[in-house]
């Protein structure tokens, strides 16, 4: 089992900035790949990023590119999404997920995700 918990969602206006967080805990955290993923209202769920365990590959949707930036801090079980230039279309609940493929497909485990509202 490994345990997601998600934090540092908001409201902000068009062209601001968020730092979203995931701590991860339970089976093998720390050598996972992390990514995230998000759903807006009556959409279905997307792939935003992807890095890989060490923090040296990463990937991302085309949507994003440019904009949001994962990393990760392994000696804090940890993986951040750095998003800037927050558009309205980038509103969402956003979720953790543990060893998402390289291909953007998710792994069997999610966070509760954490809500990210953008103004216009």
């Known amino acids: 089992q490994v345990q997601l918990v998600e934090s540092g969602g908001g409201l902000v206006p068009a062209g601001g900035s968020l730092r979203l967080s995931c701590a991860a805990s339970?089976?093998?955290?720390?050598?996972?790949?992390m990514g995230w993923f998000r759903q807006a209202p009556r959409k279905e769920r997307e792939f935003v990023a992807r890095?890989?365990?060490?923090?040296?590959?990463?990937i991302y949707a085309d949507s994003v590119k440019g904009r949001f930036t994962i990393s990760r801090d392994n000696a804090k079980n940890t993986v951040y999404l750095q998003m800037n230039n927050l558009k309205p279309e980038d509103t969402a609940v956003y979720y953790c997920?543990?060893?998402?493929?390289?291909?953007?497909?998710?792994?069997?485990?999610w966070g509760q995700g954490t809500q990210v509202t953008v103004s216009s």
């Open positions: 997920n543990a060893e998402p493929t390289r291909d953007g497909l998710p792994g069997d485990y």
């Open positions: 339970g089976r093998t955290a720390r050598s996972n790949a």
């Open positions: 890095i890989s365990w060490s923090g040296l590959t990463t």
